[in-house]
């Protein structure tokens, strides 16, 4: 017992020479452990990343949620119409119409999405409108369009000359190969952390180039394309959307990180899993390419692909907009 009184006593004493009290200890110990957290920081799919990682940064510094930045930032490749895999100038589908994709989840598990939507230019605007404004979190096709138009997005032709010519060319033939890095790059997806420490993610795409008329992929899907839990981390997909709702990918990503993988060895257990799941079926992997991105809730990112080629951009603290290369299986 007179151990114990001395040792509380001493304590005592040492904390007044210091003048710090417990609470304040534990106070400057929270503050450390934040400091480690590497925010704000945006990632986003392919080279045409870095064009939209410039605008959703600026949102970040403003200070402005996540959620915020992703829908500004995926809306600068909609918007573009030489990006010939998303939004505007998107290349069709075999019938000549250009459909498209989207979906949006913020930091408190809020989710919106369309699917099989045509004549409008931002999909991922009107995914948060249907996140914000219906009790739905899906709306598709004509829906999709109606609810579009009553919101007051503004009904245009998506088809350009460009994608127009290149559909008559292609339909010569009508020979469905998509190309490796190049149809298979169809999607822009983004996940970014924000100043308060929020995750939040974006996803769209025109889908693959010449698919079946009413053909939909991943990234509209809510744990395939896109998935995002607050507690633990986030991550996208891009490629072959058929091989990814498979294993509902950007989910399993998540849920790896939260089992304490980092960012990259997630990415790259969740490709290890369709690949096996692609020599079940002995699918050829020659035209298949799957990339995932993830970003967990300290701003450690990582990336891994099925085939090399991939590459994802990132806006970090060092305010560098960077384009990394991805490791891949083959």
Not at 185 to 206: K, V
């Amino acid at each position: 017992m007179s151990a114990r009184r001395h040792f509380i006593k001493t304590t005592s004493l040492l904390l007044a020479s210091l003048a710090i009290n417990p609470k304040e200890i534990f106070a400057q110990s929270s503050q450390t452990n934040q400091a480690i957290i590497q925010k704000p920081i945006v990632l986003s799919t392919w080279r045409f990343g870095l064009k939209a990682n410039e605008i959703a940064w600026k949102k970040l510094q403003e200070e402005s949620r996540a959620i915020d930045a992703v829908e500004a930032g995926v809306r600068v490749i909609e918007s573009d119409p030489t990006e010939r895999s998303v939004g505007y100038g998107g290349r069709p589908d075999r019938d000549g119409h250009v459909t498209l994709d989207a979906c949006i989840m913020d930091e408190f598990a809020n989710i919106g999405s369309v699917a099989f939507l045509e004549h409008i230019k931002n999909p991922v605007s009107v995914a948060r409108a249907v996140m914000e404004k219906t009790p739905h979190v899906m709306l598709v096709g004509d829906g999709a369009l109606e609810f579009a138009i009553d919101q007051g997005f503004t009904k245009e032709n998506l088809l350009t000359e460009e994608s127009e010519k290149e559909w008559k060319e292609w339909l010569k033939t009508a020979d469905y190969q998509p190309k490796v890095n190049i149809e298979n790059h169809d999607t822009i997806g983004m996940i970014a952390l924000d100043m308060h420490g929020n995750l939040s993610g974006a996803c769209t795409t025109s889908g693959m180039a010449f698919k079946m008329h009413g053909r939909v992929g991943d990234s509209p899907l809510i744990g395939a394309g896109l998935y995002v839990d607050n507690e633990v981390g986030a991550a996208t997909a891009t490629g072959h959307g058929e091989e990814v709702i498979r294993v509902v990918g950007s989910h399993l990503v998540v849920e790896l990180m939260r089992q304490g993988k980092s960012p990259e060895d997630a990415c790259k257990e969740a490709i290890e899993l369709i690949h096996k799941k692609l020599k079940l079926r002995n699918k050829n992997i020659d035209n298949t390419q799957i990339g995932f991105i993830a970003l967990n809730k300290n701003g450690e990112y990582g990336a891994f692909a099925l085939q090399k080629g991939f590459n994802y951009a990132v806006f970090n603290q060092q305010d560098e907009n960077i384009l990394i290369e991805v490791e891949s299986l083959f």
